[in-house]
């Protein structure tokens, strides 16, 4: 069965740099884009980044980028989101989501499996 | 960007149909999907392209788009069906992924 567990997350000063992970299993996942989407304290959902399944497109939600970087290794089966310049706001539960295709940007898509997330807390 | 907007909130008695919205300009232009998050607990996908359910998702957890308005719907509604539920779209100006505010129902 597909499983994705995040781990990396703790508290971190603003400022400075975080990276968590998200292991995948039980999926071929060199065929899949990956994303990250977070989740505020009692807040809704926001979609963080996506990698298509080669590596080649990368796309970042405007409130991340230049400051985030997603990337993954496929020969460890791993997806990556390395947080720099980080604030009191990146403050979230940060999930994994595997989508249903291999683009990424190129059609429209959903987020077939969730990981169970991994909190980041920033603050001084 | 491309904006959805959920009611925060709605109640309904057991046994009767619970119906979210989720607007958005000419949303009935986009395919549409839908999620499900308990406390605590991972989103799960219960509809996706407007109407069609994953396996493993109930009969009675349905979706339509159309216009300005999509729709989930569940019939016969338990008290498991308890959750936060988000309609999601793809972006095509942006290639961004959006989500709705999200709606809470509340089984009475």
């Not at chain 1, 740099?17 to 989740?39: E, K, N, P």
């Not at chain 1, 009692?42 to 230049?66: C, M, P, Q, T």
């Not at chain 1, 077939?112 to 980041?120: A, F, P, R, S």
Request: glycine share 10%.
């Amino acid at each position: 069965q597909v499983q994705l567990e995040e781990s990396g997350g703790g508290v971190v000063q603003p400022g400075r740099s975080l990276r968590i992970s998200c292991a995948a299993s039980g999926f071929t996942f060199s065929d899949y884009a990956m994303h990250w989407v977070r989740q505020a304290p009692g807040k809704g959902l926001e979609w963080v980044a996506v990698i298509s399944y080669d590596d080649r497109d990368k796309y970042y939600a405007d409130s991340v980028k230049g400051r985030f970087t997603i990337s993954r290794d496929n020969s460890k089966n791993t997806l990556y989101l390395e947080m720099s310049s980080l604030r009191g706001e990146d403050t979230a539960v940060y999930y994994c989501a595997r989508d249903y295709i291999a683009g990424a940007g190129t059609s429209p898509s959903y987020f077939d499996y969730w990981g169970q997330g991994t909190l980041v807390t920033v603050s001084s | 960007s491309y904006v959805l907007t959920q009611p925060p909130s709605v109640s309904v008695a057991p046994g009767q149909t619970a119906r979210i919205t989720c607007g958005g300009n000419n949303i009935g232009s986009n395919s549409v999907h839908w999620y499900q998050q308990k406390p605590g607990q991972a989103p799960v996908l219960v509809v996706h392209d407007d109407s069609d359910r994953p396996s493993g998702i109930p009969e009675r957890i349905s979706g339509s788009n159309s216009g300005n308005t999509a729709t989930l719907a569940i019939s016969r509604v338990e008290a498991g069906d308890e959750a936060d539920y988000y309609c999601q779209v793809w972006d095509s100006s942006s290639d961004h992924w959006v989500f709705g505010g999200g709606t809470k129902l509340t089984v009475l």
